[in-house]
């Protein structure tokens, strides 16, 4: 305890010292120089989500440093406020009491200071001892250097937050000679471990992705650790580092301090490589600072993926108010930069998801935050409906470009299930191979969503069930290639297995539907995937939305729920 009122007592004192004082460099984005100040003189609103958070207008990249502080939710993001492609960013700031409504603030940083003259770049937040919070970033320094910085309130007691300090004791982490200066990024939350605050910051040694550790004792004193906390070959680039700890049993999310016998951590990277999002779940060895993964674990490009879907950069916060854990990712678009230029934005934050552990321990489970639901109109039920070879049903009565859907498939048996090819590694590939028009035996089944009237344009969202030796393999797909009849689009068939017993013989299926995105939890958030659609048939009024079947064997819808979505108030 005197530990934490002399760290107590250092922060303010800093705190309170720094108060008296009062060439361009790109991450992996692509580059636009002559697109990235054209600011916009209209927004599109065609294909503009409803209830997924974006600002008004022009580009948004990585959440930041979310937090509930106070009672009330902060999101900062990576923001262009001078045009609709990656460049002139700054931290911008909104908050909100439920994560669904939001109003927006005065940027929180812009490049102002010698340790980030050149750039305001990712990061997380740490409440500390005294409940202060305290941002840690990167900046880009006049060297194009990486470094870590960091930032705190002008005035802790606004619940707001609305104004933010860089000291100028910045920076607090410089690369040594052994990093890479232009590949080391994204600090970490910071977790209280044997006497010591402890972060990540991403890097790379040559193919090989890295989480190294830094230790401090007062929170502006950082040592690397002779080891990074976990490694591994030919990974490229880990942007974007999380770590943080799940119990074995139930929903309950933990402070990013807490260890003990009943948790397991989790290690998130953002692999530059692939602009995908992959985790690993293992232990952590605080004595060593040592995380492994566990053997159900792959690290790597064939490793478990928060969304298997349009989602990076995604950050965690652990919520008091409801003590959860809470996560945020970056969707980005799909279509071109001139595109996002005409349309006037580009980008949104996909739905915050509570994430916990299965009951196998294997694996993550998600959901869309419960506030969500405040959000939900006009409702149509469905329940007991047959679907044979080759049946489409509409689902009549709500606003399908703009809505949340709940089903549940059964089947009476799995003996028509087609066999598993064990060459099939790659989900996306069996998904692009199979698609949702060729019969099989059991599936495809699930949603048309954003579908034209006659299907002229449709994104299905379907399952499809395989028979392997030892047991069914389940495949979860949202396959954009006959989302939109306009060119020049970005359409894959996104897919993810799905580790589910089907004892039951029972498949559950959520998606969120909202206009150019089509955000789906299957199997109760076992498997995601978010996907970017852009119809020039299926809008507006004009969406439809469908169940269906394209397998021999019949299924039936149990239950559907589909509930037209209120836009919420983003101010």
């Known amino acids: 305890m005197d530990v934490l009122k002399l760290l107590r007592f250092s922060v303010l004192l800093c705190f309170l010292c720094q108060i008296s004082k009062n060439n361009e460099v790109y991450a992996s984005h692509m580059v636009y120089p002559e697109l990235q100040s054209i600011s916009a003189v209209t927004v599109k609103q065609i294909h503009r989500t409803g209830f997924h958070f974006r600002p008004k207008r022009h580009w948004i990249n990585d959440p930041n440093a979310p937090l509930y502080f106070n009672g009330i939710y902060h999101l ?47 990061g997380s937040a740490t409440v500390l001892p005294g409940n202060i919070p305290v941002i840690l970033y990167t900046g880009l320094d006049p060297n194009n250097t990486q470094v870590q910085n960091y930032a705190v309130p002008a005035n802790a007691s606004d619940p707001y937050l609305r104004e933010w300090i860089k000291p100028d004791n910045n920076p607090l982490v410089v690369p040594t000679k052994d990093i890479n200066a232009s590949q080391f990024r994204d600090p970490t939350t910071a977790w209280w471990s044997n006497g010591q605050w402890k972060m990540l910051v991403g890097s790379r040694r040559k193919l090989r992705g890295m989480a190294y550790l830094y230790r401090s004792k007062d929170f502006f004193n950082w040592v690397k650790a002779k080891h990074p906390l976990h490694s591994a070959p030919n990974t490229g680039m880990w942007e974007c580092p999380d770590f943080y700890p799940v119990l074995l049993a139930g929903k309950k999310g933990l402070d990013t301090s807490v260890n003990g016998k009943n ?39 064939e490793g478990l ?22 996560l945020w990712g970056w969707a980005n678009e799909s279509d071109s930069s001139e595109d996002d230029i005409k349309k006037g934005w580009a980008g949104i934050q996909a739905i915050p998801r509570t994430v916990w552990l299965d009951p196998s321990g294997k694996q993550l489970v998600q959901w869309p935050v419960e506030e969500l639901n405040c959000l939900r109109g006009q409702k149509v039920h469905k329940n007991n409906v047959k679907l044979n ?17 709940e089903a549940t498939f059964s089947f009476p048996r799995l003996d028509k299930a087609e066999k598993f090819d064990p060459k099939w590694v790659k989900a996306q590939d069996v998904c692009a191979q199979k698609g949702s028009k060729n019969q099989g035996g059991v599936g495809p089944f699930g949603l048309l969503t954003l579908a034209s009237k006659n299907l002229e344009e449709f994104t299905p969202v379907f399952f499809r069930i395989f028979k392997a030796p030892k047991r069914h393999v389940v495949l979860l797909c949202s396959d954009a290639r006959s989302s939109s009849l306009g060119e020049g689009l970005y359409k894959p068939s996104f897919a993810g297995f799905v580790d589910v017993d089907l004892a039951d013989k029972k498949l559950s299926l959520r998606s969120l539907i909202d206009h150019s995105v089509v955000e789906s939890y299957g199997a109760g958030g076992k498997t995601c995937i978010t996907s970017r659609v852009y119809p020039t048939l299926a809008i507006l009024g004009d969406a439809h939305l469908f169940v269906f079947n394209n397998g021999s064997e019949t299924v039936t819808v149990e239950n559907l729920n589909a509930w037209s979505m209120k836009s919420p108030r983003v101010d």
């Open 263 to 301: 948790v397991k951590f989790v290690l998130k990277v953002s692999l530059d490589l692939t602009r995908y999002d992959y985790y690993t779940v293992g232990k952590y060895n605080a004595a060593k600072d040592k995380y492994i993964p566990d053997n159900t674990s792959i690290d790597g490009w």
């Open 305 to 326: 993926r928060y969304d298997y879907g349009n989602f990076y950069a995604s950050k965690t916060f652990y919520d008091p108010a409801k003590k959860r854990r809470i």
């Open 76 to 122: 900062f993001y990576q923001y262009n406020p001078k045009g609709s492609v990656w460049g002139n960013i700054v931290w911008a700031h909104s908050v909100s009491k439920d994560m669904i409504n939001w109003k927006a603030l005065d940027h929180a940083m812009y490049p102002s200071k010698p340790f980030d003259i050149n750039g305001v770049w990712s």
């Open 389 to 405: 070879k080759g049946d489409h049903v509409e689902i009549k009565g709500i606003t399908a470009a703009q809505a949340d859907v």
